[in-house]
């Protein structure tokens, strides 16, 4: 018997686990069930978006996913990891302060900083749209 296989995405130990939709013979398990992993602390510019957008969220710790991957389909997933592999950069250096100057930012808030100074201005208003509109509303 042919079924579909379902795509389903997840998180699991620092792996995003995607299974893809297919046709399968329920007869062949190993196909059937075999998940594609996606290793977080190896990812490059070969893996998918969603899974270059979950390693970003996932190595800085950012509760706002969605903004991440807004970045990563408007910037490409070699920018988002240069800007990624920056920011771990200056936590490794000690960090950057606030504006105040009374703590450090948080990772999330280091990214977003590079972004704001390294993209053209269109690009930033592109990302931060939705973002501005969930604050003001």
Do not use: C
């Amino acid at each position: 018997m042919i079924t579909w296989k379902q795509k389903n995405t997840g998180f699991e130990n620092g792996l995003v686990i995607q299974t893809s939709i297919k046709k399968v013979d329920d007869t062949d398990l190993y196909q059937k069930n075999k998940p594609i992993r996606y290793d977080f602390k190896k990812v490059n510019a070969e893996y998918p978006d969603y899974a270059v957008a979950g390693a970003i969220s996932y190595r800085l710790k950012e509760k706002k996913q969605k903004l991440i991957h807004r970045v990563v389909g408007r910037i490409g997933k070699e920018k988002a990891l240069e800007l990624l592999f920056k920011t771990e950069e200056i936590e490794k250096a000690g960090g950057e302060l606030t504006s105040q100057g009374d703590r450090r930012k948080e990772p999330g808030g280091v990214f977003m900083g590079l972004l704001k100074k390294e993209l053209p201005e269109d690009d930033v208003k592109y990302i931060f749209t939705v973002e501005n509109e969930l604050e003001s509303a």
